[in-house]
């Protein structure tokens, strides 16, 4: 190819169907195909390996060489193009995204256990009264103390934690996320001796026996 004559490339990239597209004159294509053709295969398994295999990139790009002026004339008519494919196999990477199921959470049932008062305790009711918790924290705190230190349980079940919801008339939130919680960010419970039990802490002794109820609720 002669320093006078301009040439006019297009390149296109398919990443759905892992295809790379050269167009252009002959002599354009054949002096360059080697080079481009290295290039966009790479770039494809980069796109693919990011996740992008389900979207179609089209790159369009005009490329003089360097001993051409910047002005970029069409192609005579009558002179013939080529136009010269590379396939890539898009093939699932390690790199691609997984998709998990979600996550179920299980179905915990209540657990009958002794919430009414007798001559040596008070009722739940009237104990959840007197404490007024303000959230599910407090609440599921409150629970936990009145089994442990009324009914002399070292452990409370999940299951008996719903009871108690049942017994003072309360909307049951996912006993399991707030227990967790409680055990991370308020330390008033920690993990009993199997999954869905827990115990209360001292801290938590503490905040129901003696920070509750608040002093702006009472007021």
Known sequence: MSSGNNSEARFTINVKEGIVELEGKESFVDKHLEKFEEIFKTAVKEAIASGMQQQNVALKAQVALPQEVHEV??????????TTTAAV???PTAASPARHAPRVAPTLPPIPVDLKANESKPGLREFYAEKKPQN?????????YYITKFNKQQEVKFGEILSCYEEVNEKKPSVIDIVKNSVRYKGWLEQGSDKFSTRLTISGENYVKFDMPKKDATA
């Open 136 to 144: 599910h924290y407090e609440k599921t705190a409150v629970f936990a």
């Open 73 to 82: 004339p069409q192609v005579p008519d009558g002179q013939a193009t080529t």
């Open 89 to 91: 196999a898009a093939k």
